[in-house]
């Protein structure tokens, strides 16, 4: 089974300023004939389901506000929040898509500093 | 618009057994593979089982292999998950989520709670 383990567990952000969660696979997710790579973002607030960000590592979901980007290849995933907003504030989860069983991250907490 | 409700969910002994309906909408649905991801009470997301979109493929995550059946209709627009010997840790709200790739949408969920 692919781990996926999420660094930090939890991040205290500003208002306006950057926040990064980075992702790492234990194995890559990056499949070699179509060079994508199966890896997804979700957003998930209190008492709601998960929302779909990022899809394909990099590819914001439509309606997904542009401060919201994803990088990294292979085994090593970053998403960024290029200007917290108070609405940001929820849980983070990355997702690997590559092969059953698919796996979630254990979650990051974002919070306002 | 894209609608997903899941029924089914409520209090159920150990070793019993329940059934989830995901009646969705909005969508083709017998052109997407389907999910159950399920999230125990304050702990993350889990991927319980997909099928494909003609029910020719089925996948389950170990834990539960041998207890749940996830089934479908697309006459009906609905995912099913049958869970058998159900235990304590099954307890979760268990989402309905669909996705060729990522999941693009969800459900609101449906609790599920095993105790005596």
């Known amino acids: 089974d692919i781990v996926l383990t999420q660094s930090p567990d939890s991040l205290a952000v500003s208002l306006g300023e950057r926040a990064t969660i980075n992702c790492k696979s234990s194995?890559?997710?990056?499949?070699?004939?179509?060079?994508?790579?199966?890896l997804a973002w979700y957003q998930q607030k209190p008492g709601q389901p998960p929302k779909l960000l990022i899809y394909?590592?990099?590819i914001r979901e439509s309606g997904v506000p542009d401060r919201f980007s994803g990088s990294g290849s292979g085994t090593d995933f970053t998403l960024t929040i290029s200007s917290l907003q108070a609405e940001d504030v929820a849980v983070y989860y990355c997702?690997?898509?590559?092969?059953?069983?698919?796996?979630f991250g254990q979650g990051t907490k974002l919070e306002i500093k | 618009e894209v609608q997903v409700v899941e029924s089914g969910g409520g209090l159920v002994q150990p070793g019993g057994s329940l059934r989830l309906s995901c009646a969705a909408s909005?969508?083709?649905?017998?052109?997407?593979?389907m999910s159950w991801v399920r999230q125990a009470p304050g702990k993350g997301l889990e991927w319980v089982a997909n099928?494909?979109?003609?029910?020719?493929?089925?996948n389950y995550v170990d834990s539960v292999k041998g207890r749940f059946t996830i089934s479908r209709d697309n006459a009906k627009n609905s995912l099913y998950l049958q869970m058998n010997s159900l235990r304590a840790e099954d307890t979760a709200v268990y989402y309905c989520?669909?996705?060729?790739?990522?999941?693009?949408?969800w459900g609101q969920g449906t609790l599920v709670t095993v105790s005596s």
């Open positions: 909005g969508f083709t649905f017998s052109d997407y593979w």
């Open positions: 194995q890559s997710v990056l499949y070699s004939s179509n060079n994508k790579n199966y």
């Open positions: 997702h690997q898509y590559y092969s059953t069983p698919y796996t």
């Open positions: 394909w590592a990099s």
């Open positions: 989520a669909i996705g060729n790739s990522a999941f693009d949408y």
């Open positions: 099928i494909k979109q003609d029910g020719s493929e089925k």
